[in-house]
């Protein structure tokens, strides 16, 4: 930019409306794309974001748009963008931001409001965002005015990304952003180091680690949120150290390495919850020990001493305590741990093992040909048929273990699930969001036909952005989920769990513009995956599945990850 | 109910060794050990904005910490509030509550005051019929009438919680009909500076 350009530049800004400063501060922060939904008090925003270089992806329901922003926030690093106006589109935000709260997701959201004086006079949609989101968001910020409103943006966009991410929010009064100030922004966001632990701290974990005799690694979402992904392969391979993985952290470590013994945890592998219940040393990585993780604490890893890297020291020793802390960023803890590692363990008969373990319990599922599909061959044909950078996403229940269990993960930012907050209706704006973060590599979705209804209005939106993902929908007529725990644990009183009311799928795909597939039988499943993958746009596969089918292993709630039940009778 | 997997039975797997307590931390599985709750006093420099004290009593309601009281005011700097509050906690659920409390935006330090110049202000209504009596109690707890009517007396005085505690049980003999205290408020004792804790 020449001088008398970036002049008229800065004259230009020297008047703007707070709308503008919003708006301007979101392209200095270097963000693309927002996901949202137009309304009262969200117009001026929209105004100018229609006069700026953001594409605006406009969503068929805010929820829509904040699981979409979300998607686009884990797939690519950087916080996702969503709007919408005050009310009752703030309060549509709020399942997604819950979402993002409890997965650290970086995200942020800009609402509307009502014009300052008439803020808690209870105004045509009115609702205290900032009362409701507090509980749900990392930070929220009420502006105040326009003169400092496009540094509130930024701060917001900072703080999403910084640290552990999470979703922000900025409420902005109609008044505030309507007003027109002479003030550009003023402050660049501090850039903060990147936090390594003690060193005495290091050395401790470190002489730990090298006695141990049966260490593991336990790989949490955080090793994919630090981009510590490349540091954590090398050292486990390295110190030939067992890497487990959380829900969150799947794709940290290659599944495909020997090494590698898949997720703990309630639907978790034999292996890797074996692994857990048996080790004397643990090392994790950006984990909250979440209790779908840990089954009940008290036989959780008894044995273990524990090493636990995050970079939130509120989840250091909160639900399990850390007997080596190690506060810092993923990457550079693990750099410093390897260089303070005096040698390898020596676990060579823990290798073996685990490699035991491995052969014991294997995932595995019959599939006679006279009866129903099996939603497990789905999901390994969909993966064979596609590249290893495939995206995933999926809706939360039966289906949503069937993936993660059979679909063999090897990349980071490849698995996009809604984790912590279990949210039904997630996969489908996830997977919209996904694609337009990565327009060049293809994106799956796995549903529940319950899951699938709950946001399928959301196909409009892949239809008309002309978005090529495909969607299959493990239709088992129920909330199989529920089904499955009312079987185990209710005597099989089916209270609203079945839902042979659900419409045709394939139908509902064409009626929005998208295409449709049925798979009935076996021998429909590759050639139907084929072609729905090779349709140039949306499409959506009801899978007619085995509507018996249920997830193992599974340890059932507050129970002991050692004693996973592998069929009906172990519950 | 189909979909069972192949492998060894719970019971014939190799059994883990060793427990952890409710709070995850590792035990001797003979001795049932249950951490004890203490009493603490935290003292955290907050942004003097609308909207941070209940954005830490809904941390505190939302966590489950228990808290015995919270106080808050400002402070030398124009910008900074004060809080000081009382936390009735196992060890490790006073340091969860200093963790969360640290990561609230508007928070910008936090400490724990053992050994701290601790007080609280009472205003106690007592019944009049016995004025010798009453102020008799008053002075022995250093506290003095700030207003006397036709039927009852107003004392305030100042204490630690436990003072404050004595002097009530002690004015009831008299009649008490009604109390307000504000909770304890603290600063740490001598040159050292009320912030960040040395844990
Ligand atoms: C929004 C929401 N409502 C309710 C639930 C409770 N829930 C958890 S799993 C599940 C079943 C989901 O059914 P479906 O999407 O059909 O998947 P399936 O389990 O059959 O694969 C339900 C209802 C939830 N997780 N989210």
């Given at each position: 930019m020449s001088e008398t350009e970036s002049e008229t530049r800065t004259a230009e800004r020297a008047v703007q409306t707070g709308a503008e400063a919003a708006i301007s501060a979101l392209e200095d922060a270097g963000v693309e794309v927002g996901f949202g939904v137009q309304g009262g008090a969200i117009m001026p925003v929209y105004d100018a974001l229609g006069q700026s270089d953001i594409r605006h992806v406009t969503m068929a329901h805010e929820q829509g748009a904040a699981h979409a922003a979300d998607a686009y926030g884990i797939v690519t690093g950087e916080p996702g963008l969503c709007l919408a106006t005050s009310g009752p589109g703030a309060t549509?935000?709020?399942?997604?931001?819950?979402?993002?709260?409890?997965?650290?997701?970086?995200?942020?959201?800009?609402?509307?409001?009502?014009?300052?004086?008439?803020?808690?006079?209870?105004?045509?949609?009115?609702?205290?965002?900032?009362?409701?989101?507090?509980?749900?968001?990392?930070?929220?910020?009420?502006?105040?005015?326009?003169?400092?409103?496009?540094?509130?943006?930024?701060?917001?966009?900072?703080?999403?990304?910084?640290?552990?991410?999470?979703?922000?929010?900025?409420?902005?009064?109609?008044?505030?952003?309507?007003?027109?100030?002479?003030?550009?922004?003023?402050?660049?966001?501090?850039?903060?180091?990147?936090p390594e632990a003690p060193a005495e701290a290091v050395d401790e974990a470190a002489r730990a680690f090298a006695a141990a005799e049966k260490p593991v690694i336990l790989a949490g979402g955080g090793v994919i949120k630090g981009e510590a992904t490349p540091e954590l392969r090398q050292f486990a391979v390295d110190h030939g150290v067992p890497v487990v993985t959380t829900m969150p952290g799947v794709g940290a470590f290659d599944e495909t390495h020997p090494l590698a013994l898949g997720m703990a945890g309630m639907?978790?592998?034999?292996?890797?919850?074996?692994?857990?219940?048996?080790?004397?040393?643990?090392?994790?990585?950006?984990?909250?020990?979440?209790?779908?993780?840990?089954?009940?604490?008290?036989?959780?890893?008894?044995?273990?001493?524990?090493a636990h890297i995050d970079i939130d020291a509120s989840e250091v020793s909160k639900n399990v305590h850390a007997d080596y802390p190690l506060i810092g960023d993923a990457s550079a803890v693990l750099h410093q741990l390897d260089s303070a590692v005096p040698r390898s363990p020596d676990a060579a008969d823990w290798q073996a093992q685990c490699e035991t373990w491995e052969r014991e319990y294997p995932m595995d599922y019959d599939a006679p040909?006279?009866?129903?599909?099996?939603?497990?061959?789905?999901?390994?044909?969909?993966?064979?048929?596609?590249?290893?950078?495939?995206?995933?996403?999926?809706?939360?229940?039966?289906?949503?273990?069937?993936?993660?269990?059979?679909?063999?993960?090897?990349?980071?930012?490849?698995?996009?699930?809604?984790?912590?907050l279990g949210t039904m209706g997630y996969g489908l704006p996830a997977a919209i969001g996904a694609k337009v973060a990565a327009p060049e590599r293809e994106v799956v979705s796995f549903e529940g036909d319950g899951s699938f209804l709950m946001t399928c209005q959301e196909l409009s939106v892949a239809v008309r952005e002309e978005l090529d993902i495909t969607v299959f929908v493990l239709n088992n007529e129920a909330i199989?989920?529920?089904?499955?725990?009312?079987?185990?644990?209710?005597?099989?009183?089916?209270?609203?769990?079945?839902?042979?009311?659900?419409?045709?799928?394939?139908?509902?795909?064409?009626a929005f513009g998208a295409a449709g597939f049925t798979i009935d039988t076996y021998d429909d499943v590759a050639d139907t995956v084929e072609a729905a993958r090779e349709y140039d746009g949306p499409s959506v596969v009801d899978c007619r599945i085995d509507p018996r089918e249920d997830v193992y292993p599974m340890v059932p709630s507050g129970g002991d990850n050692g004693a996973f039940a592998l069929r009906e009778e172990h519950l | 109910m189909t979909g069972g997997l192949q492998g060894p039975d719970p019971e014939e797997r190799q059994q883990a060794t060793g427990r952890r307590n409710s709070q995850g931390i590792r035990i001797d599985p003979d001795v049932e050990a249950e951490p004890a709750e203490r009493r603490e006093v935290l003292s955290a420099l907050v942004d003097h904005e609308p909207g941070v004290l209940s954005e830490v009593a809904g941390l505190f309601a939302r966590r489950q910490f228990n808290i015995e009281s919270l106080t808050v005011g400002p402070t030398?700097?124009?910008?900074?509030?004060?809080?000081?509050?009382?936390?009735?906690?196992?060890?490790?659920?006073?340091?969860?509550?200093?963790?969360?409390?640290?990561?609230?935006?508007?928070?910008h330090s936090?400490?724990?005051?053992?050994?701290?110049?601790?007080?609280?202000?009472?205003?106690?209504?007592?019944?009049?019929?016995?004025?010798?009596?009453?102020?008799?109690?008053?002075e022995m707890y250093g506290g003095e009438a700030v207003e006397a009517g036709p039927e009852v007396v107003t004392v305030e005085l100042t204490g630690s919680e436990e003072a404050v505690d004595a002097a009530i049980a002690a004015f009831e003999r008299f009649g008490v009909r009604e109390v307000a205290r504000t909770g304890t408020a603290a600063l740490a004792g001598g040159t050292q500076e009320t912030r960040e804790s040395n844990d």
């Open positions: 549509n935000l709020v399942t997604g931001l819950a979402d993002a709260d409890m997965d650290s997701d970086p995200m942020v959201a800009l609402t509307g409001q009502v014009p300052t004086d008439m803020v808690g006079n209870d105004a045509f949609q009115e609702t205290d965002t900032t009362g409701v989101t507090t509980p749900i968001t990392k930070t929220n910020y009420f502006a105040t005015d326009a003169g400092t409103v496009g540094d509130t943006v930024r701060d917001a966009v900072a703080a999403a990304s910084e640290g552990r991410q999470g979703p922000t929010l900025v409420d902005l009064p109609k008044d505030v952003t309507q007003a027109e100030t002479a003030t550009s922004p003023s402050h660049e966001p501090e850039t903060k180091p990147t639907h978790g592998t034999g292996p890797a919850n074996m692994a857990l219940t048996h080790c004397d040393f643990m090392l994790a990585v950006g984990t909250r020990f979440d209790d779908r993780l840990t089954g009940g604490v008290e036989t959780f890893a008894p044995a273990a001493r524990i040909e006279d009866e129903p599909v099996k939603p497990q061959f789905v999901v390994e044909a969909v993966d064979e048929a596609t590249a290893g950078d495939t995206v995933v996403t999926t809706g939360v229940g039966q289906h949503q273990m069937w993936a993660v269990q059979y679909w063999t993960f090897t990349e980071p930012r490849t698995w996009v699930s809604s984790h912590g199989g989920m529920v089904r499955q725990w009312q079987d185990a644990f209710f005597e099989g009183r089916r209270t609203a769990s079945e839902y042979p009311w659900g419409p045709d799928f394939a139908t509902v795909a064409e | 030398t700097d124009e910008g900074m509030a004060r809080m000081t509050i009382v936390v009735r906690e196992p060890g490790p659920g006073v340091e969860q509550a200093k963790r969360q409390l640290r990561k609230l935006a508007p928070v936090v400490s724990e005051l053992s050994g701290a110049v601790e007080r609280e202000l009472a205003l106690i209504k007592v019944e009049d019929d016995d004025p010798a009596g009453v102020a008799a109690v008053a």
